[in-house]
């Protein structure tokens, strides 16, 4: 039986917001009850692939004379496991996808206190380095330790711009990686009971370089 080996990178906290990837859609409907209905597509894209790829294969190389199988599986969406750390979470009815190596379709309902607040007239979607840091801590403890693989400034809490954040990149990973962090937003989608929709595009780059707190609403 293989041994699956789970290489991700900062990346992987947003697919458990269903808030990441290169080419993201997500949408989250107020529900009548009170609750959130949330459904992401999420793609890492091609560049992103590729480093957790070539990560892979050098933590293989590296480790096979300490007992790890060199050619265990390469996984990035465990499943499975993201399931059960959804479900042990907030998220309810929760349905999960991995399709391709690099895309993942997530939906489930729930009161997202965490970083979801709804009243009888409005929803708003609040995004702080606090409650991102403590949705990463739902993760899978094999993921985890993965968080700094992008140093982050959300995560690290350095001060530091977009920009500034994309220019480290580009050192540590190459220019392909930073440029695709760059062009890459994710387009959320907020949706009254009655259906009205109000649509945001955030930069990924400002998204992982997130130094306050950000709030997304809707009025209904």
């Known amino acids: 039986m293989k041994r699956a080996k789970y290489i ?3 990346f992987y906290l947003f697919t458990l917001l269903a808030f990441t990837g290169c080419a993201s859609l997500i949408q989250v409907k107020a529900e009548k009850s009170g609750m959130q209905t949330l459904a992401a597509k999420i793609d890492l894209g091609e560049a992103i692939s590729s480093a957790i ?9 590296i480790n096979s004379s300490g007992g790890l199988d060199s050619n265990s599986e390469l996984v990035i969406f465990d499943t499975k496991k993201i399931k059960s750390a959804l479900e042990n979470s907030e998220f309810k009815n929760v349905k999960i996808s991995s399709p391709e190596f690099s895309k993942l379709n997530i939906s489930g309902t729930g009161n997202f206190s965490s970083f979801a607040f709804q009243n009888e007239k409005s929803l708003k979607i609040k995004f702080s380095p606090e409650n991102i840091k403590k ?4 993760l899978p403890a094999e993921t985890q330790s993965f968080f700094d693989l992008l140093m982050a400034p959300v995560f690290t809490g350095e001060k530091m711009t977009a920009s500034e954040y994309a220019d480290l990149v580009a050192v540590v990973y190459g220019e392909n990686l930073a440029q695709e962090l760059k062009k890459s937003a994710v387009e959320l989608s907020l949706v009254s009971p009655a259906g009205k929709t109000k649509q945001f595009s955030i930069p990924l780059t400002d998204f992982l370089a997130l130094s306050e707190e950000k709030v997304f609403s809707i009025d209904f």
């Open 53 to 61: 790829k070539e990560a892979s294969s050098g933590l293989s190389e």
């Open 135 to 138: 949705l990463a801590s739902t």
């Open 8 to 10: 991700c990178a900062t």
